[in-house]
């Protein structure tokens, strides 16, 4: 028997996991060593919106830094979109954050002296989007979060909750493959971070990929699986 060849046009099986982690740790050196992560296994396939749930010092921030390629484990490996980051170069992991991922941070991380449209256009230096696109694309993504009447405003000036809709069309104005948020409501009250999780919600049934790192268990059930980490070990969440 012979198998019908291929035609050209025939979309290969199935797209590989956006992040899957392979025996992954990362100690820092000292007497004794921290091992923040043990062999951490995980997958997150595209379109997913993940939650990794854990109380302070259990390791979430340096897993957020590994998955944004911000640091690198010290074992196992750590797969984006299929490709092994584990032998790329500093070059290569740069081009690969600033094309694949974007950031949110508890404490916004904008230039407080430079405008809402500013810090959003100066995500793009990076991201190999053409000159020409960047302003409609930032104009886009500030529509998209309901900022267009801020455009000029400096971020001293904005709510907290504005401040992170900022730092949001600032992530996903790239056209990221992953939006990893860490402790994306630490800093906000109650109004503002129901706010920005339902824009999470929003952007998530556009079709975007999101983890969403927190100690908060509310903040956690938003999303449609929960991976629970302790001690630097990661296990799911059976709703
Ligand atoms: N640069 C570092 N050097 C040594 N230990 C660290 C370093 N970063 C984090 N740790 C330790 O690793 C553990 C996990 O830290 P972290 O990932 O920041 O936890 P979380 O974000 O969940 O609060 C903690 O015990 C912390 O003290
Ligand atoms: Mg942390």
């Not at 259990?58 to 957020?64: E, R």
């Not at 600033?98 to 904008?110: A, E, M, N, T, W």
């Not at 809402?116 to 979060?145: C, H, I, K, Q």
């Not at 938003?222 to 059976?238: C, P």
């Amino acid at each position: 028997m012979f198998a019908d060849p291929t035609p050209a046009e025939e979309p290969a099986g199935p797209p590989p996991p956006v992040i899957e982690l392979r025996g992954l740790g990362r100690a820092f050196p000292g007497t004794p060593p921290v091992e923040a992560l043990r062999s951490v296994d995980l997958k997150v396939e595209a379109r997913e919106y993940v939650s990794i749930v854990g109380p302070s010092g259990s390791g979430k921030s340096t897993l957020l830094h590994i998955l944004g390629l911000l640091d690198r484990p010290t074992s196992g490996d750590y797969l984006l979109d299929g490709v092994s980051t584990a032998e790329a170069t500093e070059d290569q992991r740069a081009a690969l954050r600033g094309g694949r991922i974007g950031f949110v941070f508890q404490s916004f991380h904008l230039l407080p002296h430079r405008s809402v449209l500013d810090n959003v256009l100066l995500a793009t230096l990076y991201s190999g989007v053409p000159r020409v696109e960047r302003r409609d694309r930032a104009l886009a993504a500030l529509d998209r979060v309901g900022l267009s009447h801020r455009l000029e405003f400096m971020p001293t000036v904005l709510s907290g909750g504005e401040r992170q809709r900022v730092a949001v069309a600032r992530a996903v104005m790239t056209q990221p493959h992953v939006l990893l948020a860490d402790e994306p409501t630490g800093n906000l009250d109650s109004e503002n971070s129901a706010g920005v999780l339902d824009l999470f919600d929003e952007l998530h049934a556009d079709g975007l990929t999101l983890v969403v790192i927190t100690h908060d268990a509310a903040v956690s059930r938003r999303a449609e699986r929960s991976v629970r980490i302790a001690d630097g070990t990661l296990t799911e969440v059976v709703a």
